[in-house]
C-alpha cells in the first residue's frame, strides 16, 4: 500500500485541474438569444434545405449491378 502513495500528489493535481478547468469552461458559454435559437432551428428543419445542397459527386463511375440468375456458374477455363 505504501508503494501507492507517489501516486497521491498526481492524482490530487488531476482532480485539481479538471475541477479548474471545469469552472473556467462555465464562463467561456454565451447564452444565445431566443429568437435567434428559434431561427437556428426553424432554417435546419425547413424542407428545402435538403434540395439546396448539392449532391454528392464521385470519383469513380458506379459498377454494374450484376445479373445474377440464382444460379452458381463457374468460369470457364481457357483451353492450353
Not at 429568437?35 to 434540395?51: I, N, T, W, Y
Not at 445542397?53 to 481457357?78: L, M
Amino acid at each position: 500500500m505504501e508503494i501507492l502513495l507517489w501516486l497521491v500528489p498526481s492524482a490530487i493535481a488531476t482532480v485539481v485541474a479538471m475541477l479548474w478547468v471545469g469552472w473556467l469552461g462555465r464562463e467561456g458559454r454565451g447564452e444565445v438569444d431566443r429568437d435567434v435559437a428559434v431561427r437556428r432551428l426553424a432554417g435546419a428543419l425547413e424542407p428545402d434545405q435538403r434540395r439546396r445542397r448539392p449532391a454528392p459527386g464521385y470519383a469513380a463511375p458506379r459498377p454494374e449491378p450484376d445479373r445474377s440468375t440464382g444460379i452458381a456458374v463457374r468460369p470457364s477455363r481457357r483451353a492450353s
